[in-house]
């Protein structure tokens, strides 16, 4: 569904992502392990065209996306909740999820998203900003499951939350990954949390996938020194 | 007794004052909107706004001579065809300065502020080619010119109370299309969030261009607003922009409800004291009026409170 060849990037005179090479299938759920530094977001920021590739493709469903501006990948399937989560704080909840919507029409949320994260119905006219974090996140996903995407991006979505709340996430991601049939890229530093969604691992250093493993045959303690300072 | 005048007369006085001071009034809420829209969008101090606004000055004064010329029968209502059109023309022009040059200028402040400035210049200029470095006024039809009586010392003018209808309108307007409308979802994810907003599908650099035409059209409103109260001439814009900076700041950027609170205390202080002591010492008491309250609240009237 994604597939990724050769990708580079660079900040300046310097390349953090060098020949990056991923596929993610129909389905499937990949997750990017890394320490801080490595270029997890780095990489999430060139699939949706933030920043720019100074080489290579990325592909959505057999179609090269590598030249359209962000807005146009969004028309085309690909979902973004970034690290930090970056909801729109002066905006309520219901409007943050709206904004999702104009890329396909549409002015009403679809219901299936309030039945997805009930908090966020409760909520629907508070400001997104006082919200927690958790619920932010919540609503940072909702808000990208609302432009109906195909692959849906998360940069680091445990970052800052409860425990019993990374439970909750994982067992949702899985749900719509089940439910909607799309397929999940996720990066993190979080390995139980990893192990928890993931079908397959990719470990990133220094802008290099160096490591891979199907989840049932996974080194954990290779990639938890990976993931160890 | 203050200034020789009992209390009665003190009140109508600011009774009347206040009346008169309703088209300024309403020529400033116009500006700071369009103003304060463009610069919460994107960031832009648009130097050329006054520009905008004689634009429509400018529409409007031939569109009262057009009717005066070829259509004298509906003279009566001309100005309402001339608002219309003031919106038209300062809005298309704001859509081809926003292509043309604020596009290429984004996050560089400095650089639009200068570029905006030289675009001032170069419409001032323009205008002088086009209409004459002479003042030009507006003809107004009869029924606009009376005043109505609401007691034997105070009058209203019916042009101002015309004026403020058309700003009541417009402000409502601009609220409704900002938080009640699908677009006002865009232009306020845009100014939240810009890369966000892209990464949720939203076409960001079409959002930024009808942003700026519609604060530009707005501008061409108080122009038409500004031909009952001043005489248009090239450089009359000049005067009005750094008003107009005044009552943004002083409302607090992001806040409609604090440009509109802004507008009038300041054109009100304004056309009050203006009665008793001189315009430009109205100026200078309302300045430092401002700069008082500024250091105060630094945030300016209204903020919206919120967790970022
Ligand atoms: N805007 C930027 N300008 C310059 N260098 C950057 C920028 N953002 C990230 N980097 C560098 O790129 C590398 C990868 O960063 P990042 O993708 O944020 O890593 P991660 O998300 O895995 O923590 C780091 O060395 C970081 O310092
Ligand atoms: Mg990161």
Sequence with gaps: MLDVAKLKVSYGQSEVLHDLDLAVAANEIVAVMGRNGMGKTTLMKALMGIVPAAGGTVALGGADITALPTYQRVARGIAYVPQGRMIFPAMTVAENIETGLFVHGGARAPDYLYELFPVLLEMKSRRGGNLSGGQQQQLAIARALATQPKVLLLDEPTEGIQPSIIRDLARTLRRIRDERGLSILVSEQVLSFALDIADRVLVIENGRIVHEDARAALDEAKVARYLSV | ?308
């Design chain 2, 1 to 308: 007794m203050i200034f020789g005048y009992s209390f009665g007369d003190l009140g109508s006085i600011l009774a009347m004052q206040g009346f008169a001071g309703l088209i300024l009034f309403s020529v400033y809420v116009l500006m700071a909107l369009g103003l304060a829209v463009i610069f919460g969008q994107m960031g832009v101090i648009n130097m050329a706004h006054g520009e905008f606004m004689i634009l429509g000055a400018y529409v409007t004064y031939l569109c009262s001579h057009l009717f005066t010329a070829y259509l004298p029968g509906l003279f009566a209502i001309y100005f309402f065809v001339a608002v219309l059109l003031a919106f038209a023309a300062a809005f298309a022009l704001g859509l081809l300065v926003e292509w043309a040059m604020i596009r290429h200028l984004y996050r560089r402040p400095l650089d639009t502020l200068l570029a905006t400035w030289g675009l001032s210049l170069v419409l001032q200029q323009l205008y002088r080619s086009i209409f004459g470095a002479r003042e030009v006024g507006v003809e107004l039809p009869d029924w606009m010119m009376g005043s109505q009586h609401l007691t034997d010392t105070i009058e209203v003018p019916i042009n101002g109370l015309l004026v403020m209808g058309l700003t009541t309108i417009i402000t409502i307007g601009v609220f409704l299309l900002i938080y009640r409308s699908n677009w006002g979802k865009r232009i306020r994810a845009v100014m939240q969030n810009r890369t966000m907003a892209a990464a949720v599908g939203i076409d960001t650099e079409f959002v930024d261009r009808v942003t700026f035409g519609v604060g530009c059209g707005i501008a061409g409103v108080a122009g038409s607003a500004f031909t009952m109260i001043g005489s248009t001439s090239p450089t009359a814009g000049q005067l009005y922009i750094v008003d107009t900076f005044l009552v943004v700041v002083f409302g607090g950027a992001a806040s409609l409800l604090g440009t509109i609170a802004s507008a009038f205390s300041i054109s009100q202080t304004q056309s009050t004291i203006e009665f008793f002591l001189s315009g430009s010492m109205a100026k200078v008491l309302t300045l430092l009026a401002v700069v008082g309250i500024l250091m105060l609240r630094p945030q300016g009237l209204f903020v919206l409170k919120v967790r970022r």
